[in-house]
């Protein structure tokens, strides 16, 4: 078997619901990380990539045709380079990258690149359409939204509005904090755009809000249940965002004949399906499955990121797996940056390589929930 490695990773800046990129096409945005991927590692996408593997989970309007293959022809990668739209939810970006994996430690490809885009302003969240059939209701009980899914987690575990705050009001002082101190200069790329018919370049996320405390945040009123009875706010979730990422994964033989130097490798990957009517436990048993596969323990791995698209499913995630949470999301997370859908996987593997070279650190684990109850996770190893 050969080993699949990440040679770079990068991603836009990500703007907020009707913010600077309101104006920008989804196309141009899912471009944006495939050119600076071949100018950072100097090669030709029309030579070089075999397959762009696309996650967006809202293929519609302007975001249908296949935006994967759209994407490295906007990029100007001519009509070699084919492409691939996937729809695991919110996994899409991670598994993107999973995929790419696999395909090259099969030996069937040497370079992909994996990635995902999400425009919420554009082509909002549920565009895709919102019904199932009604045989689903023979084998369960109702449909589940992610939100209540939250709920029922922060009620099973005994979750405090209060506690979920402090995880909120921490990943917005770490996004910060890492902002300040270039953590993300490496990883995150300027996007030249049209706003208003006049060109900006936007640099940095905007959603985060590093001033957040926990008086704000206990002023704000609950997103999914009614007041008294629940715990999760639009303060304690993840935000709403437009944006894109991209992973080149290569073989470590491509990438030593290109002169890559990678910055690590993945070791194992892991997808599982869990209860739909809580949802988002899944990346509780992916972790524990995962370890399994690399024959590791959650001792072993030194940096998480585990994706806020609730408090309550992070807490969920430390208290079941036992890991630290001054390990995990150390440069904040998407209660802060935000979690557009299709793009965050591959953020949140980007995130992790940069941050493992960052600190010189060996190992990192990447998980997420996932809609109607499934999870992912890898682990890459710097390299």
């Known amino acids: ?64 045709l296949n935006i994967a293959r759209l994407a490295p022809m906007v990029a100007g990668w001519d009509d070699q380079v084919p492409g691939v739209q996937l ?47 009604d045989s689903y209701f023979e084998h369960f009980d109702e449909v589940t939204t992610q939100g209540e899914g939250a709920e029922r987690i922060a009620e099973e575990y005994g979750f405090s509005r209060e506690e ?39 640099e940095q996320d905007e ?3 590093p001033e957040t405390d926990l008086e704000t945040l206990s002023n704000l009123p609950l997103s999914f249940r009614e007041e008294g009875n629940g715990v999760q706010h639009a303060g304690n979730s993840s935000g709403i965002v437009d944006g894109s990422s991209a992973v080149l994964v290569a073989s470590e033989e491509a990438a030593a004949d290109r002169g890559w130097d990678p910055m690590a490798r993945i070791v194992a990957t892991e997808v599982v399906g ?11 048993p992916a972790t524990e499955q995962v370890l399994d596969k690399a024959d590791m323990d959650i001792s072993d791995i030194d940096l998480f990121e585990v994706n806020e698209a609730f408090a309550a499913v992070v ?12 390990d995990t999301n150390v440069n904040g997370g998407a209660i802060a940056h935000g979690h557009p859908l299709g793009a965050t996987g591959s953020m949140l593997m980007t995130k992790l390589a940069h941050d493992l070279q960052r600190t010189g650190q060996d190992y990192g684990l990447c998980t997420m929930c996932i809609g109607f109850g499934q999870g992912i996770a890898t682990i890459i190893e710097r390299v």
């Open 207 to 209: 959603h985060p809000r």
């Open 274 to 284: 869990v209860d739909p009517l809580t949802m988002l436990k899944g990346p509780i």
């Open 164 to 202: 979920l705050d402090e995880i909120a009001v921490d990943s917005q002082h770490r996004w910060g904090e890492a902002w300040e101190a270039g953590h993300y200069d490496d990883q995150v790329v300027p996007v030249e755009t049209e706003l208003d018919g006049e060109t900006v370049t936007v």
């Open 1 to 64: 078997m050969h080993d699949a490695v990440i040679v770079d990773a990068v991603r836009t800046p990500f703007g907020k619901q009707n913010g600077s990129f309101r104006d920008t096409h989804p196309q141009d945005l899912a471009a944006e990380p495939l050119e600076a991927l071949a100018e950072r590692n100097d090669f030709d996408g029309a030579e070089t990539v075999e397959d762009v593997i696309y996650g967006c989970v809202t293929p519609v309007d302007e975001q249908g």
């Open 315 to 326: 807490a969920a995630w430390l208290e079941e797996t036992g890991a630290s949470w001054e």
């Open 87 to 133: 729809n695991r939810m919110c996994g899409s970006g991670q598994q993107a990258i999973n995929f790419a994996a696999s395909m090259i430690m099969s030996g069937q490809h040497d370079v992909l690149v994996g990635g995902g885009v999400e425009h919420m302003t554009r082509v909002p969240m549920g565009s895709d359409g919102n019904s199932v059939t």
